[in-house]
T-cell receptor
Protein backbone atom coordinates (compact mmCIF):
# COMPACT_ATOMS: atom_id res chain seq x y z
CA UNK A 1 0.00 0.00 0.00
CA UNK A 2 0.92 3.64 -0.17
CA UNK A 3 2.03 5.36 2.99
CA UNK A 4 3.53 8.59 4.27
CA UNK A 5 5.08 8.77 7.75
CA UNK A 6 5.98 11.94 9.59
CA UNK A 7 6.12 12.80 13.31
CA UNK A 8 2.85 13.94 14.85
CA UNK A 9 4.28 16.85 16.80
CA UNK A 10 7.58 18.67 17.36
CA UNK A 11 8.61 21.52 19.62
CA UNK A 12 11.39 24.00 18.94
CA UNK A 13 12.65 27.32 20.26
CA UNK A 14 12.38 30.67 18.53
CA UNK A 15 15.58 31.42 16.61
CA UNK A 16 16.64 27.77 16.44
CA UNK A 17 16.68 25.22 13.60
CA UNK A 18 14.28 22.30 13.24
CA UNK A 19 14.20 19.36 10.83
CA UNK A 20 10.92 17.62 10.04
CA UNK A 21 11.37 14.16 8.53
CA UNK A 22 9.11 12.31 6.13
CA UNK A 23 9.35 8.79 4.75
CA UNK A 24 7.18 7.57 1.93
CA UNK A 25 6.14 4.42 0.14
CA UNK A 26 4.23 4.88 -3.08
CA UNK A 27 3.55 2.96 -6.25
CA UNK A 28 5.80 4.94 -8.51
CA UNK A 29 7.19 8.30 -7.56
CA UNK A 30 6.95 11.65 -9.29
CA UNK A 31 7.97 14.12 -6.63
CA UNK A 32 7.73 15.13 -2.99
CA UNK A 33 5.88 18.19 -1.71
CA UNK A 34 5.80 20.15 1.51
CA UNK A 35 2.87 22.36 2.48
CA UNK A 36 2.35 24.58 5.51
CA UNK A 37 -1.03 24.75 7.22
CA UNK A 38 -1.80 27.19 10.00
CA UNK A 39 -4.57 26.14 12.37
CA UNK A 40 -7.99 26.58 10.79
CA UNK A 41 -6.53 27.67 7.46
CA UNK A 42 -5.83 26.19 4.04
CA UNK A 43 -2.53 24.45 3.22
CA UNK A 44 -0.07 26.60 1.28
CA UNK A 45 2.74 25.33 -0.95
CA UNK A 46 6.31 25.39 0.37
CA UNK A 47 8.42 23.16 -1.85
CA UNK A 48 8.60 20.49 -4.53
CA UNK A 49 11.52 18.07 -4.94
CA UNK A 50 11.77 15.63 -7.79
CA UNK A 51 15.55 15.13 -7.89
CA UNK A 52 17.82 14.03 -5.05
CA UNK A 53 19.42 16.77 -3.06
CA UNK A 54 18.73 19.94 -1.17
CA UNK A 55 16.58 22.81 -2.42
CA UNK A 56 16.96 26.04 -0.49
CA UNK A 57 14.37 28.77 -0.40
CA UNK A 58 15.08 31.48 2.14
CA UNK A 59 14.78 30.14 5.68
CA UNK A 60 13.24 26.90 4.43
CA UNK A 61 15.07 24.04 2.71
CA UNK A 62 13.82 20.67 1.53
CA UNK A 63 15.86 17.53 0.94
CA UNK A 64 15.04 14.39 -0.99
CA UNK A 65 16.63 10.93 -1.19
CA UNK A 66 14.70 8.84 -3.69
CA UNK A 67 16.70 5.68 -2.96
CA UNK A 68 15.79 5.90 0.73
CA UNK A 69 12.21 7.11 0.26
CA UNK A 70 13.05 10.00 2.57
CA UNK A 71 12.67 13.74 2.70
CA UNK A 72 13.08 16.44 5.29
CA UNK A 73 12.05 20.04 5.66
CA UNK A 74 14.59 22.26 7.42
CA UNK A 75 13.44 25.49 8.99
CA UNK A 76 16.09 27.97 10.14
CA UNK A 77 15.89 31.06 12.35
CA UNK A 78 12.52 29.96 13.63
CA UNK A 79 9.90 32.61 14.17
CA UNK A 80 6.70 32.39 16.18
CA UNK A 81 4.71 32.61 12.94
CA UNK A 82 6.26 29.28 11.86
CA UNK A 83 4.01 27.54 14.38
CA UNK A 84 1.85 25.45 12.06
CA UNK A 85 1.38 21.96 10.71
CA UNK A 86 3.71 20.84 7.94
CA UNK A 87 2.27 18.38 5.45
CA UNK A 88 4.42 16.00 3.42
CA UNK A 89 2.93 14.58 0.22
CA UNK A 90 4.36 12.20 -2.38
CA UNK A 91 3.14 12.02 -5.95
CA UNK A 92 2.53 8.50 -7.20
CA UNK A 93 2.71 6.96 -10.66
CA UNK A 94 -0.76 8.36 -11.48
CA UNK A 95 0.42 11.86 -10.55
CA UNK A 96 -1.88 11.90 -7.54
CA UNK A 97 -0.71 13.19 -4.17
CA UNK A 98 -0.58 10.87 -1.17
CA UNK A 99 -0.65 13.04 1.95
CA UNK A 100 0.86 12.50 5.36
CA UNK A 101 -1.14 13.40 8.46
CA UNK A 102 1.08 16.41 9.07
CA UNK A 103 3.58 17.44 11.76
CA UNK A 104 2.39 20.05 14.22
CA UNK A 105 5.32 22.36 15.00
CA UNK A 106 5.14 24.31 18.23
CA UNK A 107 7.55 27.23 18.61
CA UNK A 108 8.37 28.39 22.13
CA UNK A 109 9.89 31.78 22.98
CA UNK B 1 -9.94 38.83 -3.62
CA UNK B 2 -9.18 35.19 -2.86
CA UNK B 3 -8.30 33.07 -5.88
CA UNK B 4 -10.12 29.95 -4.63
CA UNK B 5 -13.32 30.44 -2.66
CA UNK B 6 -15.63 27.99 -0.96
CA UNK B 7 -19.19 28.36 0.27
CA UNK B 8 -20.44 27.86 2.85
CA UNK B 9 -17.53 28.17 5.28
CA UNK B 10 -19.41 26.36 8.01
CA UNK B 11 -22.45 24.13 7.85
CA UNK B 12 -24.34 22.06 10.37
CA UNK B 13 -26.85 19.61 8.96
CA UNK B 14 -28.80 16.53 9.98
CA UNK B 15 -28.41 12.91 8.96
CA UNK B 16 -30.14 12.18 5.67
CA UNK B 17 -30.12 15.74 4.35
CA UNK B 18 -28.72 16.63 0.95
CA UNK B 19 -26.01 19.24 0.99
CA UNK B 20 -23.92 20.96 -1.66
CA UNK B 21 -20.54 22.59 -1.17
CA UNK B 22 -19.47 25.11 -3.80
CA UNK B 23 -16.00 25.97 -5.03
CA UNK B 24 -15.05 28.80 -7.38
CA UNK B 25 -11.65 29.83 -8.72
CA UNK B 26 -10.29 32.80 -10.64
CA UNK B 27 -6.89 31.27 -11.32
CA UNK B 28 -7.84 29.83 -14.70
CA UNK B 29 -6.60 26.35 -13.83
CA UNK B 30 -8.17 23.35 -15.55
CA UNK B 31 -7.55 20.87 -12.73
CA UNK B 32 -9.68 20.98 -9.60
CA UNK B 33 -9.86 18.71 -6.56
CA UNK B 34 -12.02 18.01 -3.53
CA UNK B 35 -10.37 16.72 -0.35
CA UNK B 36 -11.52 16.02 3.17
CA UNK B 37 -9.33 16.44 6.22
CA UNK B 38 -9.90 14.60 9.48
CA UNK B 39 -7.86 14.93 12.68
CA UNK B 40 -4.87 12.60 12.65
CA UNK B 41 -5.30 11.72 8.99
CA UNK B 42 -3.79 13.14 5.84
CA UNK B 43 -5.84 14.93 3.22
CA UNK B 44 -7.89 12.36 1.33
CA UNK B 45 -8.97 12.84 -2.25
CA UNK B 46 -12.69 12.58 -2.92
CA UNK B 47 -13.02 13.56 -6.58
CA UNK B 48 -11.02 15.44 -9.18
CA UNK B 49 -11.58 17.01 -12.56
CA UNK B 50 -9.17 17.84 -15.37
CA UNK B 51 -11.63 19.89 -17.42
CA UNK B 52 -15.27 20.86 -17.77
CA UNK B 53 -17.49 17.77 -17.45
CA UNK B 54 -14.48 15.56 -16.72
CA UNK B 55 -15.04 13.70 -13.42
CA UNK B 56 -12.74 11.18 -11.73
CA UNK B 57 -13.17 9.27 -8.50
CA UNK B 58 -10.59 9.65 -5.79
CA UNK B 59 -9.71 7.49 -2.83
CA UNK B 60 -12.99 8.00 -0.93
CA UNK B 61 -15.74 8.88 -3.42
CA UNK B 62 -18.53 6.73 -1.91
CA UNK B 63 -21.36 8.88 -0.60
CA UNK B 64 -20.27 11.92 -2.62
CA UNK B 65 -20.89 13.27 -6.10
CA UNK B 66 -19.48 16.26 -7.99
CA UNK B 67 -20.33 18.51 -10.89
CA UNK B 68 -18.02 20.53 -13.14
CA UNK B 69 -20.22 22.62 -15.45
CA UNK B 70 -17.70 25.44 -15.91
CA UNK B 71 -13.94 25.78 -15.66
CA UNK B 72 -14.25 28.07 -12.66
CA UNK B 73 -16.70 25.98 -10.61
CA UNK B 74 -16.54 22.55 -9.02
CA UNK B 75 -19.30 21.55 -6.62
CA UNK B 76 -19.41 18.64 -4.18
CA UNK B 77 -22.69 17.05 -3.08
CA UNK B 78 -23.57 14.73 -0.25
CA UNK B 79 -26.84 13.13 -1.33
CA UNK B 80 -27.73 11.81 2.12
CA UNK B 81 -25.36 13.07 4.77
CA UNK B 82 -24.18 10.78 7.57
CA UNK B 83 -22.28 11.64 10.77
CA UNK B 84 -18.96 10.16 9.60
CA UNK B 85 -18.93 12.74 6.83
CA UNK B 86 -18.29 15.36 9.48
CA UNK B 87 -14.95 16.83 8.42
CA UNK B 88 -13.13 19.82 7.00
CA UNK B 89 -13.51 19.92 3.22
CA UNK B 90 -11.04 21.63 0.93
CA UNK B 91 -11.28 22.47 -2.74
CA UNK B 92 -8.03 22.98 -4.65
CA UNK B 93 -6.82 23.92 -8.10
CA UNK B 94 -3.59 22.68 -9.60
CA UNK B 95 -1.06 24.64 -11.62
CA UNK B 96 1.15 22.50 -13.89
CA UNK B 97 2.50 25.29 -16.09
CA UNK B 98 6.20 24.94 -16.94
CA UNK B 99 8.20 23.45 -14.08
CA UNK B 100 5.46 24.25 -11.59
CA UNK B 101 3.29 21.75 -9.78
CA UNK B 102 1.39 23.61 -7.09
CA UNK B 103 -2.02 23.15 -5.58
CA UNK B 104 -3.94 26.20 -4.39
CA UNK B 105 -6.45 25.50 -1.67
CA UNK B 106 -9.66 27.25 -0.79
CA UNK B 107 -10.27 28.30 2.83
CA UNK B 108 -12.21 25.13 3.63
CA UNK B 109 -15.75 24.24 4.64
CA UNK B 110 -16.29 22.84 8.10
CA UNK B 111 -19.21 20.40 7.86
CA UNK B 112 -20.94 18.86 10.86
CA UNK B 113 -23.53 16.12 10.36
CA UNK B 114 -25.67 15.48 13.42
Amino acid sequence: GQNIDQPTEMTATEGAIVQINCTYQTSGFNGLFWYQQHAGEAPTFLSYNVLDGLEEKGRFSSFLSRSKGYSYLLLKELQMKDSASYLCAAMDSNYQLIWGAGTKLIIKP
Amino acid sequence: DADVTQTPRNRITKTGKRIMLECSQTKGHDRMYWYRQDPGLGLRLIYYSFDVKDINKGEISDGYSVSRQAQAKFSLSLESAIPNQTALYFCATRDLAGDTDTQYFGPGTRLTVL
